[in-house]
């Protein structure tokens, strides 16, 4: 009897110490911490130069005669974004954005100098594997019915592409040298091209089509590409 008395002490004695364990393991759980959002500005309206990008009533970036500027760490939240041009002695254009922590964001400066906008895009910090890319393309050119691009030689990967529209990321293979052509709605005449760019393992990049104006005042199209890591 004594024997039975102490096989059941001992049992309970375990049962209570795994259950102690069990909850002493939830109550020190720490939830993983997600990186501050970084945040970059492009220039798509080439006429368009001196450009200061604000954050609130903080400067936070310059371009002056570029296309983009590096990514800058950034405090979450919801923040009012405007960018203003020295020449034009005013606000160009602003908008709100909600920064949250985890994510990158890019914001387009597009349209026309007289009607210039700003456009907001989100997407998670996760790398490509390390022997994969990541690309994708954004139409801020105001051709009427859209864009397609393709890789030289090869069907289009994205097809009328409307204005302001982004695609989602692609995985691709690497490439040492690769040439991208930009063609209008029902036209097989390469409008724009992108020549001899390097896709480097690792890394993510968006394509972006938008008007420049010539000296006849008329839209032309290019394309360019940035690194978004």
Do not use: H
């Amino acid at each position: 009897m004594q024997r039975q008395f102490y096989s059941i002490a001992f049992t309970i004695s375990t049962l209570t110490l795994c259950l102690f364990t069990a909850c002493k393991k939830e109550q020190t759980y720490t939830a993983p911490t997600l990186n501050p959002p970084k945040i970059t500005f492009v220039n798509a309206i080439p006429s368009l130069s001196n450009l200061d990008f604000y954050i609130g009533a903080a400067k936070t970036a310059s371009i002056t005669n570029g296309f983009s500027c590096p990514y800058l760490q950034v405090e979450p939240g919801k923040k009012e974004i405007s960018v203003s041009n020295a020449s034009e002695n005013g606000k160009v254009a602003n908008m709100s954005v909600d920064l949250q922590n985890g994510s990158n964001y890019a914001v387009f400066l597009c349209g026309t100098p007289s009607k210039a906008e700003l456009l907001s895009v989100e997407y998670n910090q996760n790398l490509p594997n390390a022997d994969k890319v990541k690309v994708r393309f954004i139409n801020l050119s105001q051709s009427p019915g859209g864009l397609s691009l393709s890789i030289r030689g090869l069907q289009p990967s994205y097809t009328d592409q409307p204005y302001k529209r982004i695609t989602a990321f692609e995985i691709m293979d690497p490439r040492n040298e690769v040439s991208y052509d930009i063609r209008k709605q029902n036209d097989q005449t390469v409008s724009a091209s992108l020549e001899k760019t390097k896709l480097e393992a690792g890394k993510i990049y968006t394509l972006i089509a938008y008007d420049e104006k010539s000296k006849a005042d008329e839209a032309i199209i290019k394309l360019n590409i940035m690194q978004n890591n």
